[in-house]
Nanobody, 118 residues
Framework: QVQLVESGGGLVQAGGSLRLSCAASGGTFSSYHMGWFRQAPGKEREFVAQITPSRSETVYADSVKGRFTISRDNDKSTVFLQMNMLKPEDTATYYC???????????WGQGTQVTVSS
């Protein structure tokens, strides 16, 4: 069982930056695909970014491409989401996700709120 704890959310003005962190415990972190999803009020949860276990590949939603960067530190069992040039439409609860491909197991954090004011 993997536990994920997000941090780094907050209130920021449009154009500003935030860095989210997700600390993992209870599993072999370096084996997991790690990702970020977000959910705005009244909307479905949507994919934001993902990084492979080896850090060699990253994937981004079109809406954040060029503004957000996902990275991971396998030694510290932590994944990051650097968010630049934030827009009001980025306002959402951001969730960390861990996916173990070999058994199809998925784990979620409790979420961290990001609010971007215009």
């Amino acid at each position: 069982q993997v536990q994920l704890v997000e941090s780094g959310g907050g209130l920021v003005q449009a154009g500003g930056s935030l860095r989210l962190s997700c600390a993992a415990s209870g599993g072999t972190f370096s084996s997991y695909h790690m990702g970020w999803f977000r959910q705005a009020p009244g909307k479905e949860r949507e994919f934001v970014a993902q990084i492979t276990p080896s850090r060699s590949e990253t994937v981004y939603a079109d809406s954040v491409k060029g503004r957000f960067t996902i990275s991971r530190d396998n030694d510290k069992s932590t994944v990051f989401l650097q968010m630049n040039m934030l827009k009001p439409e980025d306002t959402a609860t951001y969730y960390c996700n861990a996916f173990l491909a070999v058994i199809g197991a998925t784990y979620w954090g409790q979420g961290t709120q990001v609010t971007v004011s215009s």
